[in-house]
């Protein structure tokens, strides 16, 4: 293949400035940046448009500074944007994947490997969700029911009861501790826990103590499990 002269100049030229008193690594990095520009020349472009190569070639150019970092850019892009065009979930709605390939380009714009990383970061997610509540769903309320019965099991010795008149009645007091959840953004305490929150979420509670946790709702979810494993228990099932 043969290199134009102003390519192969430009290379020499950019070898010199980068190791101008090392020979030896001159000729090494313009013999490295020839093949990296025959590379360059015999990329795939197939599934795209040309259109959409010029904007990949132009950003690679205006991003990257050598030929070895412009081959390696475009043909990831390329390779990104041929795999965003054939994208798919059938286990997710059309409309949400269409909402995350909206997201995906207003975060990106023209950076094709970040959008395809958004959307499997996405569907990873959903993924994950799903799987969760498969599991967690059956048995919800009674991880609710059992968390209850060990979070009102609470007792503070130092707390002191008054009565009317300021009258000393006991010293000592049972209490809810409170359960922490994270809702994907925030931490919110809750003392009454209820069927309605979503399995990802009440999965994710929580006992603080101090720079310490407790995680209540993961605990009792795996003595179910080893209970059913080794016990026989029978726990409801969700559709898998």
């Not at 390519?7 to 313009?30: F, G, H, N, S």
């Not at 995906?104 to 969760?132: P, V």
């Not at 967690?136 to 059992?146: A, S």
Request: net charge negative; hydrophobic share 30%.
């Amino acid at each position: 293949m043969t290199i134009p002269d102003s390519v192969l100049e430009q290379i020499r030229a950019d070898a010199k400035e980068a190791w101008p008193d090392d020979r030896d690594m001159q000729v090494y990095t313009v013999k490295e940046e020839i093949d990296a520009y025959r590379s360059f020349e015999t990329i795939d472009y197939s599934g795209i448009s040309e259109s959409e190569k010029e904007l990949i070639v132009d950003e690679a150019k205006e991003n990257s500074g050598s030929w070895e970092e412009i081959a390696s850019a475009v043909e990831d892009e390329v390779k990104a944007l041929v795999e965003l065009k054939n994208i798919n979930y059938p286990n997710i709605d059309k409309e949400i994947l269409d909402e995350w390939c909206r997201l995906s380009k207003e975060e990106n714009e023209t950076y094709f490997r970040g959008q395809l990383d958004f959307i499997k970061s996405k569907a990873k997610q959903y993924e994950a969700i799903q799987e969760t509540r498969r599991e967690i769903d059956p048995v919800k309320q009674l991880l609710i029911d059992l968390e209850g019965i060990v979070g009102n099991e609470c007792y503070n010795s130092n707390i002191q009861n008054y009565g009317s008149w300021g009258v000393l009645e006991s010293e000592g007091r049972s209490f809810r501790y409170p359960v922490k959840f994270w809702n994907g953004e925030t931490d919110h305490k809750e003392w009454n826990v209820t069927k309605d929150i979503p399995s990802e979420e009440l999965i994710t509670g929580y006992y603080p103590f101090g720079a310490n946790e407790l995680n209540i709702y993961r605990a009792l979810h795996k003595a179910l499990k080893y209970l059913e494993k080794n016990y026989g228990l029978k726990l409801p099932k969700g559709n898998k």
